[in-house]
């Protein structure tokens, strides 16, 4: 016998099938490769380019996007969850023209969540759908549970990766474990950092030899984001590159990544729904959600 909380699930999803909204989730494996730099700069590219955008912080390491915009946030996504506050008290404008979700305490909350908090995240990310073209999520370091429930819920994930052997095989590792146990089969793979035009592509061939040989995944390069000085003066002052050296090479390589990914086909039917999103991310096996259905 289906519970009152299921049923109002089903009828909630119904209710929100219009709006496709694009997912992306930015992850790396290593520390401090610029997934941050990458999330809040693409949110910025996109929101110029003419999309709304929340960018969710899905990290709750110090260096996270409040802390690179400037911003101040008082309240979470853990506030959601618990029942608190509503998801607009929480979002924060962020005065480079997009929304934030403050970071919460993350997938260890979520996979707890009982039937009626769940509805509670679905309910709350559908009112937002009607007003968001592009939900970003920046992940954190590492292979925890966080990453790989966000990069799973996802539609794309963005693999940023650098020169460097650990960068390339904590990728690796991301990778290997999103495609082997998480149902994710493509990536976008971009290069952060490059000394020199054309070296980003020569990372991405070089990275795509060794998963060809080992992991059944698609591979697209999603471009180069050079080493530039300029970028790394605007995250100590707390502004996004794009605002304070719109010239830059790395602002121009940014606003050429966010035409690309606004390419990039949202899937038809419910996947490009965002009501997928959060059931994806609260995904743990089976039971429940089959319940849900
Ligand atoms: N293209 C770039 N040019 C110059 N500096 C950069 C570039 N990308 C990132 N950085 C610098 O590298 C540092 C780390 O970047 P960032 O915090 O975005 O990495 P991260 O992957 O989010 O780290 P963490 O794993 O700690 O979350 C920042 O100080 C940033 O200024
Ligand atoms: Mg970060």
Same mark, same amino acid.
């Given at each position: &016998?289906?519970?009152?909380?299921?049923?109002?699930?089903?009828?909630?999803?119904?209710?929100?099938?219009? $709006? /496709?909204? *694009?997912?992306?989730?930015?992850?790396?494996?290593?520390?401090?490769?610029?997934?941050?730099?990458?999330?809040?700069?693409?949110? &910025?590219?996109? #929101?110029?380019?003419?999309? @709304?955008?929340?960018?969710?912080?899905?990290?709750?390491?110090? #260096?996270?996007?409040? =802390?690179?915009?400037?911003?101040? +946030?008082?309240?979470?996504?853990?506030?959601?969850?618990?029942?608190?506050?509503?998801?607009?008290?929480?979002?924060?404008?962020? +005065?480079?023209?997009?929304? =934030? !979700?403050?970071?919460?305490?993350?997938?260890?909350?979520?996979?707890? &969540?009982?039937?009626?908090?769940?509805?509670?995240? =679905? *309910?709350?990310?559908?009112?937002?759908?009607?007003?968001?073209?592009?939900?970003?999520?920046?992940?954190?370091?590492?292979?925890?549970?966080?990453?790989?429930?966000?990069?799973?819920?996802?539609?794309?994930?963005?693999?940023? !990766?650098?020169?460097?052997?650990?960068?390339?095989?904590?990728?690796?590792?991301?990778?290997?474990?999103?495609?082997?146990?998480?149902?994710?089969?493509?990536?976008?793979?971009?290069?952060?950092?490059?000394?020199?035009?054309?070296?980003?592509?020569?990372?991405?061939? @070089?990275?795509?030899?060794?998963?060809?040989?080992?992991?059944?995944?698609?591979?697209?390069?999603?471009?180069?984001?050079?080493?530039?000085? %300029?970028?790394? *003066?605007?995250? @100590?002052?707390?502004?996004? =590159?794009?605002?304070? %050296?719109? $010239?830059?090479?790395?602002?121009?390589?940014?606003?050429?990544?966010?035409? @690309? #990914?606004?390419?990039? /086909?949202? +899937? /038809?039917?419910?996947?490009?729904?965002?009501?997928?999103?959060?059931?994806?991310?609260?995904?743990? +096996?089976?039971?429940?959600?089959?319940?849900?259905?």
């Amino acid at each position: &016998m289906p519970t009152p909380e299921l049923n109002l699930i089903a009828n909630t999803r119904l209710d929100g099938l219009a $709006q /496709p909204v *694009r997912v992306i989730a930015v992850a790396g494996g290593k520390g401090g490769v610029g997934k941050t730099t990458v999330s809040v700069n693409l949110a &910025m590219a996109l #929101a110029r380019h003419g999309r @709304r955008v929340v960018l969710l912080d899905g990290d709750l390491g110090l #260096a996270n996007a409040d =802390v690179f915009l400037g911003l101040s +946030p008082r309240y979470t996504l853990a506030h959601v969850l618990s029942g608190e506050r509503t998801l607009d008290e929480v979002l924060i404008e962020a +005065p480079q023209g997009f929304q =934030v !979700i403050p970071a919460a305490s993350g997938a260890a909350d979520l996979a707890q &969540m009982g039937a009626a908090q769940h509805l509670g995240l =679905v *309910r709350a990310f559908n009112t937002l759908a009607a007003r968001l073209d592009v939900l970003l999520v920046d992940t954190a370091a590492g292979l925890n549970h966080s990453v790989l429930q966000f990069s799973q819920a996802a539609q794309h994930v963005i693999i940023v !990766i650098c020169d460097e052997p650990a960068s390339l095989t904590d990728a690796y590792a991301l990778v290997k474990v999103l495609s082997r146990n998480h149902g994710v089969s493509r990536f976008q793979l971009l290069a952060n950092r490059t000394r020199m035009a054309g070296t980003g592509a020569e990372l991405f061939e @070089r990275f795509e030899r060794v998963t060809a040989r080992f992991l059944d995944v698609v591979l697209d390069f999603a471009g180069e984001i050079p080493d530039d000085e %300029y970028l790394h *003066r605007a995250v @100590r002052g707390q502004r996004a =590159v794009l605002e304070e %050296y719109p $010239q830059s090479p790395a602002a121009l390589a940014f606003k050429k990544l966010a035409a @690309r #990914a606004d390419t990039w /086909p949202v +899937p /038809p039917g419910p996947r490009g729904n965002i009501e997928f999103f959060v059931e994806r991310l609260v995904r743990r +096996p089976a039971a429940r959600l089959e319940a849900v259905r």
